[in-house]
């Protein structure tokens, strides 16, 4: 299969009449059960007509991911949710005023237009109306409803920008729809409101605080920050390996005087055995690490830099052939527990502990 790439301008709210002609023919290929990856604010999706079992199909197929991972069907008005749910519960509709269009996705019972195939098997759904305009024209021009994973094969980081869908998805799905590099980095929040309480099965951009702030108490899943305790996550997508680069990854915690010294021996080490080390530091302290490959993953005082830059240094490590990675540690506190979360998943909750 040959896949076409389209670009649209990323600040044009008014689309040319190309760009126009290029989304249209993106939906049309939706229309007709075929694949198409598409910018959001969060990460690029890889979309499929959420309501035909066979468009899922493909999306497993295409990422070669297991088919009882369930998809997060894309809606760009809120009235069209009421179609894809079987009751639309007072603390969904208060989550929606609040973060919608935005990246929260939220889990409710199916209604019966959905078929299995999109939800993994189960009676929930996950719904997600996004705010990127390219992302809301192509859902409208498509008919409403577009499931969409993240546009990586499966186990690898969600691409932040179109060449990494292209690395992954070429010659996989009919186009790709090139929207500039994303603004977020990190997948929506997974909020479940099927249960009593409100829980957080995902952490992401729109944190704990956030939501709390709105509906009252929010509870989250052990299973987004323990690595394996014995519990089945309710987002079956947690239970896999995830956003991991080709190298081994090691979190170092400790005070940066500690932190820095003891990376340095490690990648010392590792290098007189063969191996070829990189380093994800902090702006703060990068010039003091000695390793083949040092990345800059953004400031400390910039929580929002350290998340849009994560998945990307990922697959640029990937890219060098770094076989052997050490990261400095985040504080799991407002958008940090998002970090922490996708960097645990990449490291195989790989962490050493420095003392005081
Ligand atoms: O930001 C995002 O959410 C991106 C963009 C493209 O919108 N999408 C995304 O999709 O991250 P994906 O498929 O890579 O991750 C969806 C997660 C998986 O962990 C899946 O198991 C969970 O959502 N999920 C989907 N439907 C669910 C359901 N009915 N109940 C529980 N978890 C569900
Ligand atoms: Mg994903």
């Known amino acids: 299969m040959n896949t076409k790439v389209i670009r649209i301008s990323q600040d044009s709210t008014k689309l040319t009449r190309e760009e126009e002609a290029g989304l249209r023919q993106a939906a049309g290929i939706l229309k007709r059960g075929g694949l198409v990856a598409f910018p959001t604010e969060t990460v690029y999706g890889l979309g499929g007509d959420a309501l035909n079992p066979e468009s899922a199909r493909k999306i497993y197929a295409a990422k070669g991911r297991p088919s009882d991972n369930p998809l997060i069907i894309h809606i760009s008005r809120f009235e069209d949710i ?49 705010s990127h305009p390219v992302a809301r024209q192509l859902i409208a021009y498509s008919g409403g409803y577009i499931a969409a994973p993240s546009a990586n094969l499966s186990g690898k980081p969600s691409p932040t920008s179109a060449r990494y869908v292209q690395e992954d998805m070429a010659g996989r799905i009919e186009m ?10 990190l997948e929506s929040t997974i909020l479940d409101l099927t249960e009593e309480a409100p829980r957080i099965l995902r952490p992401g951009y729109i944190t704990r605080e956030m939501l709390e702030n709105v509906l009252g108490e929010v509870t989250v899943d052990a299973a987004t920050i323990e690595p394996d ?24 915690e400790g005070q940066p005087a500690r932190v820095v010294p003891y990376i340095n021996a490690c990648a010392a080490a590792d290098r007189k055995s063969g191996e070829k080390t990189g380093v994800i530091g902090t702006a703060e302290v990068l010039e003091q690490y000695r390793a083949d490959v040092v990345k800059c993953i953004g400031s400390r005082k910039d929580e929002e830099e350290i998340a849009r830059n994560l998945f990307s240094i990922l697959r640029e490590f990937d890219d060098e052939k ?14 940090g527990q998002a970090i922490m979360n996708r960097l645990l998943k990449a490291a195989g909750h790989r962490v050493v502990r420095l003392q005081e």
């Open 229 to 252: 305790n014995g519990q089945t996550p309710k987002a079956p997508g947690m239970k896999y390996r995830h956003y991991a680069p080709a190298g081994r990854l090691v979190i170092v």
């Open 176 to 185: 790709i729809v090139d929207g500039g590099d994303v603004g977020i980095g």
């Open 322 to 335: 770094v076989t052997s990675i050490y990261s400095e540690s985040f504080p799991a506190q407002g958008l």
């Open 82 to 130: 009421r179609n894809i749910v079987k009751t639309l519960p007072e603390t969904a509709v208060k989550a929606a005023e609040a973060f919608w269009p935005g990246p929260l996705t939220m889990i409710l019972d199916k209604s019966a237009i959905v078929p299995p195939e999109t939800t993994g098997g189960l009676d929930t759904v996950a719904v997600r109306f996004p």
